[in-house]
């Protein structure tokens, strides 16, 4: 179990918006002789996480093409969700939230006109540009997300 936390801070590190800021909200856990360093990650940076998590697997059935999900509720906390200390929310992030949210939920869409795989693709599309405009630290992650 700490093994695993050890490997959720490294994880954190790698997808952080800019790394310098993580190293103030990592918190060190000591077992024994051991010291695990523990990233807390803000509400938002939790949502992202599982929202990246998410469209790793909704990648492979757009690819197989067919959807077994639905869209998760759980994406609108975007809306309310707590950022980092350095950020908050502003006018730019509302929009790209709203923008991807619509383009999240057209994937589920039965839609005979615009193919599956451009849908998702809008999706990632809409992460990234919004990253682009605040947090460009995990767009090479984000990008591995588009189907080519
Ligand atoms: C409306 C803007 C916006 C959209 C859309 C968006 N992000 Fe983010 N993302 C952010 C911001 C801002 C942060 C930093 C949050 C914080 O540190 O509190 C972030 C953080 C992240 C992180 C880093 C989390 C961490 O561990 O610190 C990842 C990974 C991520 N986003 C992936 C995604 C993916 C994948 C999508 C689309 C499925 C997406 N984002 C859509 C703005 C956005």
Do not use: W
């Amino acid at each position: 179990m700490l093994k695993q936390l050890g490997y959720i801070f490294i994880i954190g590190l790698m997808f952080s918006c800019n790394s310098s800021e993580k190293t103030e909200q990592k918190v060190t856990i000591v077992d024994g002789s051991k010291h695990y360093d523990v990233y807390q990650g803000s509400e938002m940076a939790n949502l992202m996480r599982g929202m990246h998590a998410f469209n790793l697997q909704l990648k492979k059935e757009v690819e197989n093409g067919k959807i077994t999900t639905e869209f998760p509720e759980e994406f609108l906390k975007i809306h309310t969700a707590e950022f980092s200390e350095s950020k908050s929310r502003n006018a730019r992030f509302d929009h790209y939230s709203g923008k991807f949210v619509e383009a999240q939920k057209l994937v589920f869409v039965e839609d005979t006109i615009v193919p599956l795989t451009e849908r998702y693709n809008n999706a990632i599309n809409l992460c990234i540009s919004c990253h682009q405009t605040e947090c460009t630290g995990p767009i090479p992650k984000i990008k591995k997300l588009l189907i080519n």
